[in-house]
Structures are given as C-alpha cells and as structure tokens.
C-alpha cells in the first residue's frame, strides 16, 4: 500500500466501488445549487486546479481565509474537511443545516475532475456519521477528542542492548478506537518505525508529516551504560518531551489520524520490532545515501513554475526557517546563561551562610543566615526557569525548524512528480517519432508495437499530469492546516512561556518581601 | 573622554563633622588616566581658602596612603583601604572587539550592545570615582588622621605631587614586605611566651582572620552572579531582534504577537540589567569593601601584636641585663617604650575595632535594605511588562 500512488487509505483501505460513485455523483448535483446560492461561493463544477490558484493566495489574514477554505471543501479527503480548525465555523455557521451537506459531498466533485479518487466515496459513506459528531465537537471548539501522554521512562535490560520504554497513554472518545482510555508500552525505536511507515506513505503525496525526535547516540550510551547522572535523567526527560509532542503533532493530523499504523502503534499490546531505524543498519546507510542523492537531484531540477503561490510559499519558508535557526541559537544561549546564573547564585548563598555564620554580631548575623536562604531559594528559581526557557521556547523553536524541512520536503516531492510528469510527456514524444518512422519504414509488426507504447505512455502522461494537480491540491491544503496549527501553536506556547516568567517574578517578590524586615532588624 | 556628574558612597557611612568635608566633584577619563578633581570645604584655620579644588590622579591617592601606613604616629588606627586602580581594561577591550565587528549583527543589535558596553564603562567609570571619593571621605572624616600634613599637601598643593607610580622594584618590594609580614607574623604567634593577655584582642584576631576569608569568597561569588545576571541580560539582545525580524516576516496573527514579545524582550533586558548593576553595587562592592576594609583591621592587629612581641623581647633583654648586671638603664628605657607603645596601641586599637564593627553593621544594613527594595522594585516592574503583554496576547483573536 506503501508504494502506490493511491491516494492515503482512509480507515481501513476498503477497495473502492463504483456504484457509490454514482451516488456520490448524484448528491453532488443536488448541492451545487445550495453552494452556488450562498455568496461568495466560487464555481464548484467547474474547478480546475487553476482558478485555485487564482483565487488564493494561501493563509493571509481571514477574509482571505475564508475563500482558501471554500475551495479546500472541493479538495479530497472528507475527514480533513470536516475536523478542520474553527475558522471554519463562519462558513458553516453563515449557513445552517445545508452548512453539512455542502462538506461532505463537494469532494466528490474531485471525482468529476480527477477520476482517481475513486475511494472518497467510501470514505463519505462510512464517515457521515464521524463528520456528524465531529462537526458538533468543532462547534465547541473542541476538534479532536484525542489526548497523548508519553510517560513513567523504564530502563529494560542492561549493558549496551538496554533501553528505555516510555508509557503511551491515549484518552479518546473517537469512535475509531475500541477503548476510551488505554496505554501501550514502546520504545524510541517504536516510533522512528511509525514516523518511517508514515512518511514513506504520505510524504511524497504533499503531507505534511510530522518528523521524530532525532536519535542521540551519545545520549543513549550514558543511559546504557547506567550512569545515574542529572545530565542523563535530562536526557531521558527532553525525550519523553519530545516524543510526548510528536505523537500529539501526528494525531492532530486528520489524515494520519486514520492510518491503522497509527492506530496499531497506540493500540495494540505488542508491536513488531522496527530494525530498520538504528542508524548505523543497512537500511540507515541506505536513507543517508538516498537523502543525498536527492539533494543532487533537486538541484538539477528546473521546474516551470505556472503557480506563483507555490514559489511565494517556499521563500516564505525558506526565510523563517533561517529566522527560526537564528532565534533558537540565541534561546539556547539564554538556557545556557540562566544555568550558569543558579549555579553562580547558589555558590554565592554557601559563602553568604558561611559569612553569616563569622559574623559577629547577632542580628547582622541573622540577617546574612537570611540573604543565604533568600539565595538558595532564588537559585532553586532560576534553575526551574531555565527549564521552562529550554522545553517551552527551545524546544518549540526545534520542533519547528524540523518540521519546516518536512515542509521543504513536501515541496521537493512536487518537483520529482512535476519531473516525473515531464519526463512521461518527453517519452511519449519520442515514441510518437518512433511510430512515424516505423510508418514510414513500413514494418506492419512494430507499428503495432509502437501504437501500444504510445498508448502506455500517453496513460503515464494523463497519470502524471494528475498526480501533479493531486500533490499540489494537497500541499496548499496542508499548508494552510500548517500555518494555522502553527499559529496556535506558538501563541499556546508563548503564552505558557510569559506565564512562567510571570510566576518567577512573583516568588521573587514573595522572597524579597519576605527577607526586607529581616534587614531592617539589624540594629 | 568621560566626565563624571555625581557621587555616591553607598559602602560607608560616615559621620563626619563640616569642618572639613571633602568630594570629588568632577573626574574625566584620559586614556589610560584617570583626572579627579578633589573640592575641600573648609573652615579649619590650616587652610588657606575656605573652598578649593586640586586636580589628583590614582597615583597620588596611593601615595598618600602609604604614607599614612608608614607613619608610626597612626599605628594603632585602621587605615582606610586604598582605592583600587581605575581598570577599564576589560571594558575597552569589549568595546573593541565589538568594534571588529560580527557581520551577522543586525543594526539595531549593534546599537544596543553599543549602548550597553557604554553604559558598563560609565558604571565602571563613577565606581572608581566613588571609591576614591570614599578613601578621602573616612579620612576627613577620622579626628587623628584629618591632621595629617600629607593630607593637607594633598588637598591643598595645587602642583603634582610628582609621585610617580611604583616602579618594577618598588612593586616587588612592597610584595617581598607583604611576605616578610605574614612570615613575621606566624614567627610571633608561634613565640613561646607571647601571651593575648586580652580576651577581646583574642576573639578580635580569631574573628578577623575567619570573617577575612569568607567575606572574600562571598564577595568573589557575588561578582559571579552579578556577571552572570549581565550575561543574561545581553542574551535578550539577538532574542529580540529575531522576534522582530519573524514578526515583520510574518502575514498572519503571529505578527503581532512576534513583535510584541520582541518588544517585552527589550524591556525585561533593561530591567534584568538594573538588577545586575544594583547588585553589584549593593552587594558585590559592598561586600568588596569590607573586605578591604577587614584586612585594613588585620593589620592594625599585626601592628600591636609586632609591639607586643617586641615589648616581650625588651622585658626579656631587660631581666637578661639585670641578671648580668650590665646596660641595665637602657634596657629598663627601652622596655619602658615599649610598654607605652603597646598600651598606646592597644587602647586605640581597641576603639578602632569596635568603630570598624559599628561601621560595619550599618553599612551592611543600609545596603542589605536597598538591595531587598530595589530587587522588589524591579520584580514589581517586570511583573507588570509581562502581564501587560499577555493581557494583549490573549485578547487578540
């Protein structure tokens, strides 16, 4: 299923049928109408991928939005419609029971244009209900009723073949899963699996797939070896972090959200071990060397770009990225200080005690016992701070930078599809003068031959040429999810970040306060 | 060229009488010199004028107190610690480095790191003005050492003292004296025979030796933090630039937010780098001063333990020249002088340890209450930029 060009099998990849795609046909024609009667709604029938590009200019500010949304309604996958952000609520809201209608069956207008989606029909049938109830879920601004916890790190074995199994705790009300509330025992390992099964099946389609947390080699040892340190009680920490906000990135995604690898990685009790993810393996040597000669390759590639959109979006991401890199150098620099300054106040409150301690007279005494105490407890602060500062904003910042190059990938992806399309329309060129010279040459046999090539090859053209729109269609929609899941995403963040601030400064306050009369004691 | 506006002596109060008051009320930086001009106010009949001013640089302040140490009359009196020598040395070579540039610095970057390298040479600036300020101050202000002629030289000579600074050989001098001292001293606390016959002197010693050593750590952490809480304040420069820079980029909500968060960056790095300079001042120079000012006291008590040696070697050569029956009226002088000495400088001592504990604990009080109210002022002030700022984050869609 991997390797085909299918698009993703939602649920589980029932094949598809074609009477219920005369169905979807039929309700299709019956809701044109209710969106052509609605404002500011574009053509549905006639779609082609160009007015999209047209009207569109990917996520800028909301009245923009709104448009990019409607014609998203004409894109694929059902599921992705119907669970999408809020902002979709204006649209629905504005129109009130037909506001369900128009979701679901508008993607059967990708079947008019486009007769490989031959699965969303299917989709449609089995999901109505699922868009139902998720359709209300939205309405109270709760989109997915799924939460991931990654927890309680165990170290199983010992010497180099240890590891680490983490806790993956799901609490969910979506239907899809046989449990509300169940966990599973995996290790790092387990989901550099997913992540590689994802990714080599919706990757090179246009989505955006969330990437893992990169492996540690130097990290693990310590683990491995057993060395008890903080810095390897970190290292486990920033993991399970990391893994915890993997997991949850990759079921925010509608689409991922239906893979059974997915499922089965939350799920099920025992999972096949994923060999191929250790980085010195056969198959690890294999990605590295491929990775490389990708980037060759897309150097090579010079694509006509007939869509400024995608242009304009590449640079856009091209310069955050580098903003993003600039400003996670810095906020590692202000970890790295904040660090430095608990280690500094915490020496200082030593000596302060031990001045304390020579002096004197009694209330000065007293008063340096207290500074000490203020001290430590300040220390303790900053120390606590620091790790707000690291796995708040740092660790956002990287989360993000990573998941900009999936984005970067995504749109490479489209470059070797385009090149692919290219390259199938050159064949067939060249075929179409092989017949003509076979023609000329008269040899009755190889005409033949010849007429059926021209007939393969002018079916990779048209495949080719889908395909194209496919992965484009669905890049636009995934970045528009993307851009919206990152707008959210910072503000949580940068919200929750402030806060920890705000609290620091707090208890600063309550220690200050409570050391002044202390030193005005001192007679 | 820096000139310098205010003073201000956080570090010792002092509670000097008017009839003669002492400020340094200009300085200007010339290089590797640094010019005071030192003000008197005066009504003592000594002086010529009632209000004069001299222009002193660091060498002549170190002059006049080594005079003071050498000067038999004062040694039974704490010596006010020499000011230390103005040091822009690491300032300047920041401001250079700065200069060389980094190509990957913003303008707006460069400008602030500019202004914060300035402003720590200013700070560093007024602090040496201060410390001399200080040394000058607790001399006018003790009733024996104000008389000194040096000290009127000092104040009134309006020519350079042509005291140059210690050369090659005089530096290791004074540092081969410093060893010959400590020596001296373990040799005389080891002497058989020398007796503290003084409970007060005794606790004195043992206290002044441990509080020495400790309030010199404590102090050398202090300039840790302080230095860290600076680094961490500069760290908020390239964090809010890059804000900025994101949030101009952006054409969506995160606008806004990018750039308002840039511009709490920028504050909380004003208000974390208060809190440095306040705690360097409040605390680290502070506590540096008393250090000083400890080791001043330490060698008061060397001082009278030396006469008290020495008065036990007379009263030895003394019962020696009885027994032999030889110089016995010399001895009996010598020992005679001796007895003066110690008492002498036993009794001042004893006035002088109790005034520097005095000193001590008001100084530290008054410093240990700034501190507490200028880190709550700036909390309070920081609390607010941070809820103001999330109060606009939420509210926005």
Same mark, same amino acid.
């Given at each position: 299923m991997a390797a085909e060009r299918e698009p993703p099998p939602l649920g589980d990849g029932k094949p598809t049928d074609f009477e219920d795609l005369e169905d979807g046909e039929d309700l299709f024609t019956s809701t044109v109408s209710t969106l052509e009667s609605s404002p500011s709604s574009p053509e549905p029938a006639s779609l082609p991928a160009e007015d999209i590009s047209a009207n569109s200019?990917? !996520?800028? !500010?909301t009245e923009v939005v709104l448009d990019d949304d409607r014609e998203d309604l004409f894109a694929e996958a059902t599921e992705e419609v119907s669970l999408d952000s809020p902002e979709r609520e204006p649209i629905l809201s504005s129109e009130p029971s037909p506001a369900v209608t128009p979701v679901t069956p508008t993607t059967l207008i990708a079947p008019r244009i486009e007769s490989k989606s031959m699965s969303a029909p299917v989709i449609f049938d089995r999901s109505r209900e699922e868009v139902q109830e998720n359709i209300e879920e939205e309405a109270n601004g709760d989109i997915f009723d799924i939460e991931i916890g990654v927890s309680d790190p165990e170290k199983v074995g010992d010497g180099m073949n240890a590891y680490m199994a983490y806790r993956v705790t799901t609490k969910t009300s979506l239907s899809m899963f046989s449990k509300s509330e169940f966990s599973v025992k995996r290790r790092f390992s387990d989901f550099l699996g997913l992540h590689s099964k994802l990714a080599s099946k919706y990757l090179h389609v246009g989505y955006i797939v969330p990437p893992a947390p990169e492996k540690s080699i130097v990290g693990m040892t310590k683990v491995k070896v057993g060395k008890e340190d903080s810095s390897s009680t970190e290292f486990v920490e920033k993991r399970r972090a990391a893994l915890e906000r993997y997991l949850q990135r990759t079921v925010k995604h509608p689409t991922l959200l239906q893979d059974p690898d997915l499922r089965q990685f939350l799920e099920s009790s025992e999972l096949p071990r994923a060999v191929n993810t250790q980085a010195l393996s056969g198959a690890g040597i294999l990605r590295m060397v491929n990775k490389a000669a990708d980037a060759v390759n897309k150097m090579t590639i010079k694509m006509n770009e007939s869509d400024a959109w995608f242009e304009e979006k590449q640079q856009q991401f091209e310069n955050l990225d580098q903003q993003l890199r600039k400003l996670h150098v810095s906020v590692e620099a202000l970890v790295c200080h904040r660090k430095e300054l608990s280690a500094n106040t915490a020496a200082f409150a030593k000596s302060a005690a031990m001045l304390g301690n020579s002096e004197d007279h009694t209330a000065l005494s007293r008063a340096l016992s207290q500074l000490a105490e203020v001290e430590e407890k300040i220390d303790q602060l900053h120390q606590e701070q620091a790790f707000a500062d690291f796995y708040m904003f740092s660790e956002l910042l990287s989360d993000y930078i990573r998941l900009i190059a999936a984005v970067k990938g995504v749109f490479d992806h489209r470059m070797k599809c385009w090149q692919k399309w290219e390259d199938a329309q050159i064949t067939l060129l060249k075929k179409r003068e092989a017949e003509a010279k076979m023609m000329v040459a008269n040899k009755p046999d190889k005409i033949q031959q010849a007429k059926n090539e021209i007939r393969e090859w002018e079916a990779k053209v048209q495949q080719g040429e889908r395909d194209f729109e496919q992965i484009s269609k669905t890049i636009r929609k995934e970045v528009g999810r993307f851009e919206k899941e990152r707008v959210k995403d910072f503000k949580t963040v940068i919200i929750k970040y402030l806060e920890s601030l705000v609290q620091t400064q707090q208890q600063l306050i309550k220690y200050w306060e409570a050391f002044l009369p202390e030193a005005k004691a001192i007679a | 060229m820096e000139t310098y506006a205010e003073p201000s002596c956080a570090s010792v109060d002092l509670q000097g009488d008017s009839s003669l008051q002492v400020e340094i009320s200009d300085a200007v930086s010339e290089r590797d010199k640094v010019k005071f001009t030192v003000q008197t106010k005066s009504c003592l009949p000594h002086f010529a004028q009632t209000e004069f001013s001299v222009v002193r640089q660091h060498e002549e302040f170190i002059w006049l107190h080594d005079a003071y140490v050498e000067n038999e009359e004062y040694a039974g009196l704490i010596i006010p610690p020499a000011p230390p020598r103005p040091d822009f040395e690491a300032s300047r070579e920041k401001l250079q480095k700065l200069g060389e540039g980094d190509s990957s610095v913003t303008r707006e970057e460069f400008a602030k790191m500019k202004q914060e390298l300035e402003a720590e040479y200013l700070a560093i600036f007024k602090k040496t003005v201060a410390m001399h300020e200080v040394f000058l101050q607790r001399l006018a202000a003790h009733p024996t050492l104000r008389r000194d002629h040096n000290f009127f030289v000092f104040l009134e000579y309006g020519q350079d003292l042509s005291v140059r600074g210690k050369n090659r050989k005089e530096l290791l001098g004074g540092f081969l004296r410093n060893i010959v001292k400590s020596a001296d001293e373990a040799l005389i606390t080891g002497m058989s025979g020398l007796k503290e016959v003084d409970d007060f002197f005794e606790h004195e010693r043992t206290f002044l030796l441990e509080y020495h050593t400790r309030i010199r750590d404590a102090c050398l952490r202090a300039d840790r933090v302080m230095r860290a809480h600076k680094c961490l304040a500069d760290d908020y420069i390239p964090i809010s630039a890059a804000l900025s820079s994101l949030g101009t980029q952006e054409v969506n909500q995160l606008r806004t937010s990018f750039l308002k968060l840039a511009e709490l960056f920028e504050r909380l790095r004003k208000l974390e780098g208060r809190v440095a300079s306040d705690e360097d001042l409040k605390l680290s120079d502070m506590l540096r001063y008393y250090m000083r000012d400890s080791q001043a006291a330490k060698d008061l008590l060397y001082r009278r333990l030396r006469a008290l040696a020495d008065y036990e070697n007379a009263n030895k050569a003394l019962d020696k020249a009885r027994t032999r029956n030889r110089e016995v009226r010399p001895a009996e002088s010598h020992q005679q002088l001796c007895c003066q000495r110690f008492e002498r400088l036993s009794d001042s001592a004893k006035q002088e340890l109790m005034d520097f504990k005095s000193r001590r604990v008001s100084s530290f009080r008054k410093n240990l209450i700034e501190l507490a109210e200028l880190e709550l002022k700036h909390a309070k002030a920081s609390t607010l930029i941070l809820r103001n700022t999330l109060v606009a984050l939420k509210g926005e869609p």
């Open positions: 200019n990917g !996520p800028k !500010p | -």
